[in-house]
């Protein structure tokens, strides 16, 4: 039976009770501050105490184990399957989800002066208090409103499709294609164009979502969403923009002489009246539907006289893998750092290709359905280098979600959410033409003269996304904050687009465009700043990892593959959870408490030398 009715009545009784005591303060507590020992401060007799605190964690931990679990079942049905149906069911399990983690978060607060808690107790009420992602007001129609909206724009992403006049339509997948290897300005601008005709009739629905979560967020203690998403980082909300502006300020250097040195290339293939010379880069040029990594134009920009050394997609072709075989491939080299084979089961149950039956939402992501061994990943594969990569980013989750499946409800989650997407990418910097040798895949290994075209390549895909990375969230907090409303929300996005990326749109937009619902997690209401993070974090892991495997080479040809002693480390990691604020497991795997751009700057020292080299005599920037 489902605890939810007992779980609501409780709160119910709880609200009626203290109807005038406003959920106070669930700003960010710091552990130490309510772990100290204080025993002259004994809890006064009248309020909560400590074992009332401990006895409503673990309760609330049962709970929300069991109606997430249902949750996550529903969403993987509806993801797999998408129907007018499956997504009323699951907005219903959301729906019940949400109140549930709702009532818990305003509950909380009840022990927010309590002294004498030990660390995970407090660290677990505060857990409670800003962990949700999208909370909703406590008002039982708008909470169902609200997750009635998010299923509705996840099924409009996922079912979202660009018709011609002439009837012909064309799904994200295949507009993709074209943006990646059409050369034709008008064909990519068409295809561009195409696929944001899906986001207009979002626009409405997502400026009501913010409402109601905004709403949600406040109730809870918070100014807003944004800084309730900006409080899960184990440091005051205040004090994380600044982290990130310290992070990006250290990398703006490199991606502002790639992006000079990309623009130059792409006025000349495409002529300076598509491409000006000083501004912003259009963004139906970069290869990419988002503009958010390059690597499809790398043929416009590469080094002359070097070559990346090897196609990995034309070579996956050649040898005959399939998804299934490049999943594998993914598994073995886990397997090769010591990790478990996964279990029959994710063979089974993942959704490795495109159904041609029904509509599924393509977007590549990674499940834990029972937070014990029913790991899945749910991909449109094709044969191509880039879904390679991406099953080892989605494999990573699973590995990480494995790890720590002895961990407590609370702390079966990452040290902070860049970390999760961290991991998989970690492994995919091991894809070095050493390891395609390995493999069988490359006769022979390209000597250094081939470096510098792989770098390119690797800055295409990872330097670029650094700002991209960065600008999703910066919009979505501004949006959250009320600094814009939903007639500005577009401008502002192309505002951002163009400060942080130097990247502008490639025509006027129409008066109802959308352009930030064309991107998966704004309808999926995933935060982004994670991805930022996770490609400085990346480089942190690899760094450290390639040490701890001896390796003598230059970083950007390390591969751990096959290092015992890499996985062990990089298991000690994972296995922590979020049992410990992120600083502590990062320290467990490279030592420094600090996320930090040197190690990215490291790897590709080599590169920027060489744009530094090429930019002289160019006008770089953008106005
Ligand atoms: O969404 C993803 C993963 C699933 S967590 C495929 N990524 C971001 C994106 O596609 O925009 C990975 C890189 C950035
Ligand atoms: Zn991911």
């Known amino acids: 039976m489902s605890q939810l009715p007992r779980l609501l009545a409780l709160v119910v009784l709880f609200l009626t009770l203290t109807a005038c005591e406003q959920p106070s303060d669930a700003k960010f507590i710091p552990a130490a501050e309510t772990t100290a020992e204080t025993p002259s401060e004994a809890p006064q007799k009248t309020g909560p105490t400590v074992e009332e605190a401990r006895a409503f964690v673990a309760a609330s931990e049962s709970t929300l184990e069991q109606l997430g679990q249902h949750n996550e079942r529903m969403g993987w049905v509806l993801a797999n399957f998408i129907t007018e149906d499956t997504e009323l069911l699951a907005a219903k399990s959301a729906e019940q989800f949400t109140a549930a983690q709702v009532a818990v978060a305003s509950e909380a607060a009840r022990f927010n002066s309590l002294v004498g808690l030990d660390y995970d107790t407090a660290r677990k009420l505060n857990m409670l208090k800003s962990g949700i992602v999208i909370p909703a007001p406590m008002d039982a129609a708008k909470t169902a409103e609200q997750s009635e909206i998010g299923a509705k724009l996840s099924g409009m992403y996922g079912r979202g499709t660009y018709c011609r006049d002439d009837g012909s339509c064309l799904a994200l997948g295949e507009l993709e294609d074209i943006i990646g290897a059409s050369r034709d300005p008008a064909q990519l601008l ?20 913010v409402e109601l979560a905004n709403e949600g967020a406040q109730e809870l203690g918070f100014d807003d969403l944004g800084t309730m998403w900006r409080s899960a980082y184990d440091m005051d909300p205040a004090d994380f923009p600044g982290e990130l502006d310290k992070l990006w300020e250290q990398v703006s250097p490199l991606y502002e002489a790639l992006h000079c040195h990309v623009r130059a290339r792409l006025g000349e293939t495409y002529g300076t009246e598509i491409v000006p010379a000083d501004g912003p880069i259009p963004a139906h ?35 005959g893998y399939d998804a299934i075989s490049m999943v594998k491939t993914g598994e073995a080299f886990f397997s090769s750092l010591g990790f478990e084979e996964l279990p029959e089961t994710f063979w089974q149950r993942s959704l490795f290709v495109k159904p041609a039956d029904r509509d599924v939402v393509c977007h590549a992501s990674a499940w834990d359905i029972d937070e014990q061994d029913d790991l899945r990943i749910k991909m449109c594969i094709d044969v191509n280098a880039e879904d390679f990569k991406t099953i080892h980013h989605e494999l990573g989750h699973n590995y990480y979600q494995r790890a720590y499946k002895g961990e407590s409800y609370l702390y079966r989650s990452s040290a902070n959410d860049g970390f999760h997407e961290a991991v998989g990418d970690t492994l995919s910097l091991s894809i070095t033409p050493e390891y395609l040798a390995k493999l069988g895949l490359l006769d022979e290994v390209p000597d250094a003269s081939g470096d510098l075209g792989l770098l390119m390549k690797q800055a295409l895909e990872k330097i670029a996304f650094l700002p991209f990375g960065l600008m999703v969230d910066q919009w979505r907090w501004k949006v959250f904050a009320g600094e814009v409303g939903p007639e500005g929300y577009n401008e502002l996005w192309w505002q951002l687009r163009e400060r942080y990326q130097g990247v502008g749109a490639p025509s006027d937009r129409p008066a109802d465009a959308f352009d930030p619902g064309a991107k998966y997690h704004v309808p999926g209401n995933t935060p982004y700043t994670r991805y930022f993070l996770a ?11 390639c040490e701890i495997a001896g390796n003598e080479d230059p970083i950007h040809r390390c591969s751990i593959y096959g290092s015992k002693q890499a996985g062990e480390r990089l298991n000690a990691m994972l296995e922590m959870g979020r049992s410990k604020p992120w600083p502590d497991a990062l320290a467990a795997l490279t030592g420094s408490q600090e996320m930090d751009a040197t190690a990215i700057l490291d790897y590709f020292a080599p590169l920027q030398a060489w744009l530094d080299e090429q930019n002289a005599g160019r006008q770089c920037g953008w106005q």
Do not use: C
């Open 285 to 319: 040029l970069l290869g990419n539907m988002w503009a958010q990594s390059w690597e499809n134009i790398f043929d416009l920009v590469a080094p002359p006289q070097t070559e990346a050394g090897y196609d990995l997609t034309a070579i996956l072709n050649d040898e």
């Open 190 to 209: 068409e295809a561009w164009e195409g696929w944001r005709t899906v986001s207009p009739p979002m626009k409405p629905l997502y400026a009501r979502q």
């Open 535 to 545: 490609h400085i974090l990346q480089f942190q892991f690899h760094q450290a990892l």
